[in-house]
């Protein structure tokens, strides 16, 4: 269930307008390698932004919201928390920098009458499958999230995130020495 670089691209072309760099505005870089970050995946436009990039990737992003620039592209519905494939999503919403997909044309009516709620990047998360008790590699490999007491849960898949929702109390705990601020991860092809 990686979300590769080469499906990425594809999605954003048949998505609104194209994601610039996070870091100068600028068109992403050809077939530069993307990076994830709080469940985000964005590509920079050179060899020189991965530095400042992976320094403070909370303040590109609210740098470039600021300029009304769409530099990343969520991974999941903020809405249900599930994985979402752009190219099969019912619509998308632009906000603080990100391009959000959904599922159904309610989850994008449930966003848009609240974006702050749904659109907020977690501060803490823990990208470990409290279900099933096993790391979750990636913001791309996982299956879903369930924000819980402040806290960003990833889990490894669809049965697990209906778990998790159900249950966020009982499961929890299981990933609290996971705990961390998000970090700039680079996915594998």
Known sequence: MIFTAALFALSLIQQGPALVCPITGSDPMEGAKPFEYAGTVTTLCCMSCPSAFKANPAKAYKSSAEQHLVVAQFLFDPVNGGRIDPKKAKGFSDYNGIRFSFGTAEDKKDFDADPKKYGTLPTKEALYCAVENHAVKSYSAAGGFV??????????????????????????????????????LTPEK
């Open 147 to 184: 924000d819980y007491n402040g806290v960003r849960y990833y889990v490894c898949c669809d049965d697990c995130l209906m778990q998790m929702n159900t249950n966020p109390a009982k499961y929890a705990p299981n990933a609290e020495k996971y705990i961390k601020t998000p970090v700039v």
